[in-house]
Each structure stands twice: as structure tokens, then as C-alpha cells.
């Protein structure tokens, strides 16, 4: 039996938090249809879900298989290695702004060009390492608009910590989040060697302490898209 394949086509969408134009790769389902309505799974990282996550394939199978509700996935790409630092770093300058791209700009935008269902619990957000956190963070602050999240192996510091120890809408949040047993010693973009394993099981004791809908495991691997990669199948059924 073949199953049947989504699309991908690409927007651009103008920014006027950062001042710049936006690509955005959309996954639409081979069924798609305006009659119907969808969940959204925005993805930071946007490029590597689709080719290193291959999440547009997996979304063909579950859907095929009606194991999934209607998704549509949406893959924001950064530029480059110092691009992505900027806007997805909680210390860095476009940090904010990208943020308020991501809730003010972006999810009005998608509630506009598809049949969405305009509301934050059918709305994901979902990341690696530093798109994991600037995911997180997103959700934190708007926890109305995003109702679930996905953190894949993210960078936790002492700020996110304590963003998340002061956070209090709890009943609004679904947060999905693994880390890998081996990421004690993370080669990070600027040429650091960062534990990730320690704070993630110190943010994991956090969130399990709030009354959030939470779950957490521990893979055995590193850093890498070879351990991501396959755990999307859990977390994608999981969460929709």
C-alpha cells in the first residue's frame, strides 16, 4: 500500500519584530482540504526536522493511518550557525523579538492562510538543543497561544530555570521533553564543552513539581539527530 505524501511548499512572511523577511517551509497533509480543520507543529530548526527529522514522512504515515489528528507542520530555517544563536539564545539580542514574531506575527498569519482551529492547545512548538529552549521560553510567556511543547535535548541555564520556577498557568501547558543519558559533554556553537544531562534533570524535577501535564525520558545516546530522529515517533503520537 503507498502511502499517499504530504507537501511541502515554501512562504515568506515579513517580519516586522526583526525587521526581516521570513522563510517558512509548510507541510501540508495529502488529504488537505479547507473543509477540515488542523493543529499546527511550528519547528524551530525548521530545515533539519524536515531532512534530518524526516517529520514530513512521518506525519504521511500517521495520518494515513488515522493515527494522528490533522497537522499541519511548519519549519522556520535559520540562516546560519550565528543566525540561529541570535535569535534562539535566551542572552541573545534578537531573542525577544524573535519570540514575539513567533506568537504576534507568525501564528496570526497561519490562523489566517489555513483552516486552524485558533486556539493554544492545538498549537505545538517544538525544538532542539537551543530551538528546544527559545520553544520553552515562547510557551512560557504565551502559554494562551502555545499550548504544547516538544524539547528535544534542550540548553538549560540558570534564566530558564528561573522562568520556569516562576511560571504559574500551569493548566494551559503540555510539555513533552527528552534528553539523552550520554550529553555531559556538548559541543556547543561557540566552541564550548557544556554538560546538557545535569540541568535538564534539575528542569525536569522543576517541572514535575507543577500541576503541568509533563513528560519526561531519558535516551541512551549524545547530542545528535541519530537519537532525535527516531524519538519523534513517540513524541509526534504522543502529543497529537
Not at 511548519?74 to 535566551?90: F, Q, S, T
Amino acid at each position: 500500500m503507498k502511502i499517499p505524501k504530504g507537501t511541502i511548499k515554501e512562504l515568506t512572511i515579513k517580519s516586522n519584530e526583526l525587521g526581516e523577511e521570513m522563510l517558512l517551509l509548510i507541510y501540508l497533509p495529502a488529504n488537505f482540504s479547507p473543509l477540515y480543520k488542523y493543529s499546527l507543529l511550528i519547528a524551530q530548526d525548521g530545515r533539519d526536522y524536515f531532512q534530518l527529522g524526516r517529520i514530513g514522512r512521518l506525519a504521511d504515515e500517521y495520518l494515513f493511518a488515522k493515527e494522528i489528528e490533522n497537522l499541519i507542520i511548519v519549519g522556520i530555517p535559520y540562516k546560519n550557525v550565528e543566525d540561529r544563536r541570535r535569535k534562539y539564545h535566551p542572552d541573545s539580542d534578537q531573542h525577544q523579538q524573535y519570540i514575539r514574531f513567533l506568537a504576534h506575527e507568525l501564528v496570526p498569519f497561519l490562523d489566517q492562510e489555513f483552516p486552524t482551529y485558533q486556539i493554544g492547545s492545538t498549537r505545538a512548538l517544538i525544538g532542539d538543543s537551543l530551538g528546544a529552549t527559545v520553544s520553552l521560553l515562547t510557551a512560557l510567556q504565551y502559554p494562551h497561544t502555545f499550548g504544547k511543547v516538544l524539547l528535544q535535548s534542550p540548553y538549560v541555564d540558570e534564566q530558564v530555570m528561573g522562568m520556569v520556577k516562576s511560571f504559574t498557568k500551569t493548566e494551559f501547558l503540555e510539555i513533552y521533553h527528552i534528553v539523552g543519558n550520554q550529553e555531559t559533554e556538548v559541543q556547543t556553537t561557540n566552541g564550548k564543552i557544556s554538560d546538557f544531562l545535569t540541568p535538564n534533570r534539575e528542569l525536569s524535577t522543576i517541572l514535575t513539581s507543577k500541576s503541568i501535564t509533563y513528560f519526561y525520558d531519558e535516551f541512551n545516546g549524545d547530542h545528535t539527530w541519530a537519537h532525535w530522529q527516531p524519538d519523534l515517533k513517540r513524541a509526534i503520537k504522543m502529543m497529537f
